[in-house]
């Protein structure tokens, strides 16, 4: 079998990433099938989440797989000293796929490379964040109707931060213009500035974040700011609260702005802001769903005329 993993949101083209949101969309229309009836969906995390484990096998389940699995790598035999490849060995005696969320950047390539099956990259260190990507692409284009010549203001940990460096490379195919918007200390860092000049993204930096920077915005993506990847925690207390939105900060904004965050967020988002007509991170969050939906099933080697013509929808 053809080893379909996705690592990197880079190794999609438009038409793919075009091609999975459609499949999301049909997800959405009809989210309860038993498309992947026995299969077995695996999650290994080694590290905490709420959204993406959840979506993940809340999308397993209601496509008809079964679901094994970890939340926490101390209960299993890591903890004695077993390597990620033989983990990764193990579990793909018993899975047709793998989703995994590593600490440790790279780790989800080297798993695809030893795994016999396809792999999921369910986020990597600071490095990459796939399919949280893909649930962001689907939340733009169902909020602005395109992802084509968008303003995209990126707020917060554009540093540590993993979804930022995957959205801005998927977005590459789209001539958006980013707002790199972060304190000196958080600011995108250099590989990702020379991707965009490398693929023609436009970006502007700004360190002050107000009503009048952000009233160009249709998608105003804000982040946490990462703790858990800070070796010096004074500098996460000096940096913490830097950025912190609130309503009345969106006096100017465009009637189309959308206001999108990864999750969880702490003190980033100001409760004021969830009630507004703009904001959209519950309801991102809840793409999620479809989105992780299509990626199983194209990772498994199901294609969009099977989701069309499948028989297994349950009413
Ligand atoms: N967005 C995201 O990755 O959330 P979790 O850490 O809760 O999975």
Same mark, same amino acid.
């Given at each position: 079998?053809?080893?379909?993993s996705?690592v990197?949101?880079?190794? @999609?083209?438009?038409?793919?990433?075009l091609?999975? @949101?459609?499949?999301? =969309?049909?997800?959405?229309?009809?989210?309860?099938?038993?498309?992947?009836?026995? *299969?077995v969906?695996?999650?290994?995390?080694?590290?905490p989440?709420?959204?993406?484990?959840l979506?993940?096998?809340?999308?397993?389940? =209601?496509? /008809?797989?079964?679901?094994?699995?970890?939340?926490?790598? *101390?209960?299993t035999?890591?903890?004695?000293?077993?390597t990620l490849?033989?983990?990764i060995?193990?579990?793909?005696?018993?899975?047709?796929?793998?989703?995994?969320?590593?600490?440790?950047?790279?780790?989800?390539?080297?798993a695809?490379?030893?795994? $016999?099956?396809?792999?999921i990259n369910?986020?990597?260190?600071?490095?990459?964040?796939?399919?949280?990507?893909?649930?962001?692409?689907?939340?733009? &284009?169902?909020?602005?109707? #395109?992802?084509?010549?968008?303003?995209? &203001?990126?707020?917060?940990?554009?540093? &540590?931060g993993r979804t930022?460096?995957?959205?801005?490379?998927?977005?590459?195919?789209?001539?958006? #213009?980013?707002?790199?918007?972060?304190?000196?200390?958080? *600011?995108? $860092?250099?590989?990702?500035k020379?991707?965009?000049?490398?693929h023609?993204?436009h &970006?502007?930096?700004?360190?002050?974040f107000?009503?009048?920077v952000?009233? /160009?915005?249709?998608?105003l993506?804000?982040?946490?700011?990462q703790?858990?990847?800070?070796?010096?925690?004074m500098?996460?207390?000096?940096?913490? +609260?830097v950025?912190i939105?609130?309503?009345?900060?969106?006096?100017?904004?465009r009637?189309?702005?959308?206001?999108?965050?990864?999750l969880p967020?702490?003190?980033?988002?100001?409760?004021?802001?969830?009630?507004?007509?703009?904001?959209?991170?519950?309801?991102?969050?809840?793409?999620?769903l479809?989105a992780?939906?299509?990626l199983?099933? +194209?990772?498994? /080697?199901?294609?969009? +005329?099977?989701?069309?013509?499948? *028989?297994?929808?349950?009413?």
């Amino acid at each position: 079998m053809e080893n379909k993993s996705l690592v990197s949101i880079a190794e @999609l083209s438009k038409e793919k990433i075009l091609y999975l @949101l459609e499949m999301a =969309r049909l997800f959405e229309e009809n989210p309860n099938r038993k498309i992947l009836d026995g *299969k077995v969906v695996a999650t290994l995390f080694f590290e905490p989440s709420t959204r993406t484990r959840l979506s993940f096998e809340t999308a397993a389940n =209601r496509l /008809g797989a079964r679901v094994i699995g970890f939340t926490d790598p *101390k209960v299993t035999s890591s903890s004695k000293g077993e390597t990620l490849k033989d983990t990764i060995m193990m579990v793909s005696n018993y899975a047709d796929i793998i989703v995994m969320r590593h600490f440790l950047e790279g780790a989800a390539r080297y798993a695809s490379e030893v795994a $016999p099956v396809p792999i999921i990259n369910a986020g990597d260190g600071a490095n990459q964040h796939p399919s949280q990507t893909m649930l962001d692409l689907y939340s733009i &284009y169902k909020t602005q109707g #395109t992802l084509e010549n968008l303003n995209i &203001y990126l707020v917060g940990d554009l540093k &540590y931060g993993r979804t930022v460096h995957s959205l801005l490379m998927a977005m590459r195919h789209f001539n958006p #213009t980013f707002h790199f918007i972060a304190p000196e200390e958080l *600011k995108m $860092p250099e590989e990702y500035k020379i991707y965009c000049r490398q693929h023609n993204i436009h &970006y502007v930096e700004h360190t002050d974040f107000n009503e009048e920077v952000i009233a /160009g915005a249709d998608i105003l993506y804000m982040t946490r700011v990462q703790r858990e990847r800070f070796t010096d925690l004074m500098e996460y207390e000096r940096v913490k +609260d830097v950025y912190i939105l609130k309503n009345s900060m969106l006096a100017s904004a465009r009637p189309n702005l959308r206001i999108l965050h990864p999750l969880p967020r702490v003190n980033e988002i100001a409760y004021d802001v969830d009630n507004c007509d703009k904001a959209y991170y519950f309801q991102q969050a809840h793409n999620g769903l479809f989105a992780r939906q299509a990626l199983i099933c +194209d990772c498994l /080697g199901i294609t969009m +005329d099977e989701v069309k013509n499948d *028989k297994t929808i349950l009413v």
